[in-house]
């Protein structure tokens, strides 16, 4: 069987999802696939942190001004998508105050709204906040439940005549000398398109290089524990360089703590560390000592897509977390393909904004961006979101006990 897109999609984590529903809202014609369910890959194994930019604002504050500002239209258009905690970013007695200095100016040199209380004024507000916190540094961070955010961008998409097709893998792109026309799917169907773009993730390279093309994917594993600790309303980040185990994320009856980051040479087989998970709860048990003896709900691993053309030392950590949207016409001499890697979950709409700008451009199509003024779909209706998580087979371990 053959069929016919303008953009064929690969990819259905909250990238690919946010391309297909900013074409589509610009009238271009686009069908997505996974190889899985919606958001099957990192997004749905993600921490779930809806960034205020405070966590890069004194290493990467570029990083930081984007996520402050998509931070603030999530807010506004995803609706029961996000929740709105608020963030401490926490000195305890043993870390350098300096660095909260510093965090505090970077902070307020990249627009990330800051403020400050004691450690008593703190843990009035969370009680369960360690002992020896001494100040601590308020900022806007939130919760973000992936699950719903990708059915709902999906939904949308769907709505402005997107065709969604979960459990599609692909198994390679059609190419025509030096222009992609499309992929062909497991099932050895075929999408011709007039353009591909490659929102695979942490698999970009593996997509790309059916073309003939070679992506500098690095991905980096992290582990996430929830515990079972109740009364947290607040984003705790531990106020150091950043770490293993310096971030607590609240859900409604449990903590996810996390994370960790190492290199992984393929995001479908790596080792799932014990030691790395321990470590997780015994740092975050630093900031929230009920951790330490609560129940293990659950754990899970995701994998970042990062992409680094150049040396970063020894340190994943040191992998950018910026994105990067790559146009293989100018790249690679090959038309018809762009692929978009890197970045997080809260900058994700502004990530399909500018491949979704540099599509439409290839394409001859005008029509602005309009996704950060409109809602998502079904954005105020819990139940009609965890609905739609369902039909798309969304369900993801990072907001399984929201559902
Ligand atoms: C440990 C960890 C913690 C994180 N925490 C946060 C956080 O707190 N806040 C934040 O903002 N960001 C966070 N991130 C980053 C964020 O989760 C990712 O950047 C984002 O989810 C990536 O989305 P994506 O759509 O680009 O990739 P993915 O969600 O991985 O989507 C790519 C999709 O491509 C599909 N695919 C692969 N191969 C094929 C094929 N052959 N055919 C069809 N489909 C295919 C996959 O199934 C997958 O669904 C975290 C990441 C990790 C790993």
């Known amino acids: 069987m053959t069929e016919h897109t303008d953009v064929l999609v690969v990819g259905g984590g909250a990238t690919g999802a946010g391309v297909a529903r900013d074409l589509a809202l610009r009238g271009v014609d686009v069908t997505l696939v996974d190889r899985d369910g919606l958001g099957s890959g990192t997004t749905g194994r993600?921490?779930?942190?809806?960034?205020?930019?405070?966590?890069?604002?004194?290493?990467?504050?570029?990083?930081?001004?984007?996520?402050?500002?998509?931070?603030?239209?999530?807010?506004?258009?995803?609706?029961?998508?996000?929740r709105d905690t608020g963030g401490f970013f926490v000195q305890l007695a043993d870390d350098d105050p300096e660095y909260f200095e510093e965090k505090l100016a970077a902070c307020e040199s990249a627009g990330v709204p800051v403020s400050i209380l004691d450690g008593d004024t703190a843990r009035e507000r969370e009680p369960g906040l360690a002992a020896d916190a001494e100040r601590v540094a308020v900022v806007p961070d939130g919760v973000v439940y992936p699950s719903r955010l990708v059915a709902a961008t999906a939904a949308d998409a769907r709505e402005h005549g997107t065709t969604i097709r979960p459990h599609a893998p692909v198994d390679g792109l059609t190419t025509d000398g030096d222009r992609v026309t499309g992929a062909t799917l497991a099932d050895g169907s075929t999408v011709n398109a007039d353009h591909v773009v490659n929102a695979a993730g942490a698999w970009a390279d593996q997509i790309a290089a059916t073309a003939g093309v070679a992506l500098d994917m690095h991905p980096t594993k992290g582990a996430m524990v929830t515990v079972g600790v109740s009364g947290v309303d607040t984003v705790l980040n531990r106020c150091r360089p950043a770490s293993d185990g310096d971030i607590v994320v609240p859900h409604a009856d449990s903590v996810v703590l996390g994370?960790?980051?190492?290199?992984?040479?393929?995001?479908?087989?790596?080792?799932?560390?014990?030691?790395?998970?321990?470590?997780?709860?015994?740092?975050?048990?630093?900031?929230?000592?009920?951790?330490?003896?609560?129940?293990?709900?659950?754990?899970?691993?995701?994998?970042?897509?990062?992409?680094?053309?150049?040396?970063?030392?020894?340190?994943?950590?040191?992998?950018?977390?910026?994105?990067?949207?790559?146009?293989?016409?100018?790249?690679?001499?090959?038309?018809?393909?762009?692929?978009?890697?890197?970045?997080?979950?809260?900058?994700?709409?502004?990530?399909?904004?500018?491949?979704?700008?540099?599509?439409?451009?290839?394409?001859?199509?005008?029509?602005?961006?309009?996704?950060?003024?409109?809602?998502?779909?079904?954005?105020?209706d819990p139940e009609r979101l965890d609905a739609l998580v369902a039909e798309f087979d969304a369900g993801g371990p990072a907001d399984a006990d929201v559902r």
């Open 46 to 82: 993600s921490h779930g942190l809806l960034h205020s930019g405070a966590r890069y604002a004194d290493t990467t504050p570029e990083d930081a001004r984007e996520c402050v500002q998509e931070n603030e239209i999530l807010r506004e258009t995803a609706g029961a998508c996000v």
């Open 259 to 380: 994370t960790t980051s190492v290199e992984v040479e393929d995001p479908d087989d790596f080792v799932e560390s014990t030691a790395e998970v321990e470590r997780v709860v015994d740092e975050c048990s630093a900031l929230l000592p009920d951790a330490a003896d609560a129940t293990v709900d659950r754990t899970y691993w995701g994998v970042r897509p990062l992409y680094s053309p150049a040396d970063y030392g020894d340190d994943a950590r040191g992998i950018s977390r910026g994105f990067y949207v790559l146009d293989h016409a100018d790249r690679d001499g090959l038309a018809g393909l762009t692929t978009v890697v890197g970045g997080k979950l809260t900058t994700y709409r502004l990530m399909a904004e500018a491949t979704t700008d540099l599509v439409a451009d290839r394409l001859g199509v005008d029509a602005p961006c309009r996704t950060a003024d409109e809602p998502l779909a079904a954005h105020d």
